[in-house]
Structures are given as C-alpha cells and as structure tokens.
C-alpha cells in the first residue's frame, strides 16, 4: 500500500489549489505525513515589482516579505496534528516543483488542475502537465468538483 511520509502542495493561490491543499491535509493526516507547502515565482528580484512598489520600498525584501506573508497564510486548522513547511521558490513553476520534490524527497505531489482543454490549453500550457513530467515521484492532480463551484446566478457562498 502506498504510504507517502511527505507530501508537496504548489499553490498559486487559486479557489483550485485551495481546494486541493485541503486533499493534501487529509491526506496528511491520514498518513501522518508532512506536508510542504510551495509556491513558485519567476523572479524574486527587483524586476518583479511595480513603480509604485520600487518607490515606497527597498526592493527586493518588501516584495519577498510579501510573498512570504501570503504563502505563510495557508495553514492547518488549529488542533491540527499535520506539520506544515513552507517554500518560496524562483524560476520556472514546473522546474522549481519537480526541484523542491527532489530535494525534500517527496513521495507524493498535490496539485489542483483547472481544467483547460482546446485552445486555452494550448495558448496558457499546463504547469501541472509539465510537473507530472518532470517529478521524481507520484502526482494526485486535483480538480475542483463542480458542487464546490458556484452556479451561474447563485449567490457567493
């Protein structure tokens, strides 16, 4: 039976990869697994900043405190027994990923996937694709369901 000991959730912060992080909590815990959480930026440099935000700042520590800040959000609910790590990487996503999986000698990747066929697929390419490529280990692509989407016309849950 297949037991991963750590497991790696890229996020990009999505409603997808939010719904995906709470598959790889309960497969953690189901596991008593550690979970990594990472996300990936092209570049943690000054080029990856707005005018307004070079002004006001020191560039590049207030955008990477501000990555940070965002990537530290995501959280076990309290009394949660899983131990989450978090990793801010530079480069490409599906690199970095497949990097990071190595590194940390991960058994298993889970990563939402938004579903994009035909034109928009091929125009946008498929992190997730190339991840499931690239990995040194087993990849749970998760989609969100459509009952955890809103209708057409319903109200925001």
């Known amino acids: 039976m297949f037991q991963p000991h750590t497991i790696l959730h890229p996020t990009d912060y999505s409603d997808n990869s939010a719904y995906a992080f709470k598959v790889a909590l309960s497969l953690a815990e189901q596991q008593k697994a550690t979970l990594y959480v990472a996300h990936v930026v092209e570049s943690l440099g000054p080029e990856a900043v707005t005018f307004g935000e070079a002004a006001t700042e020191r560039q590049p520590e207030g955008h990477v405190h501000r990555l940070w800040e965002e990537l530290l959000r ?84």
């Open 74 to 157: 995501i959280q076990a609910p309290p009394g949660s027994p899983v131990t989450i790590k978090h990793i801010l990487g530079e480069g490409d996503p599906a690199e970095e990923i497949a990097l990071i999986a190595r590194k940390q000698a991960c058994d298993l990747i889970v990563i939402s996937t938004h579903g994009r066929t035909g034109l928009e697929r091929l125009l946008m390419g498929s992190i997730a694709e190339k991840i499931v490529r690239l990995a040194p280990c087993a990849i749970l692509t998760v989609k969100k369901p459509p009952s955890a989407e809103p209708q057409p016309g319903a109200p925001p849950s």
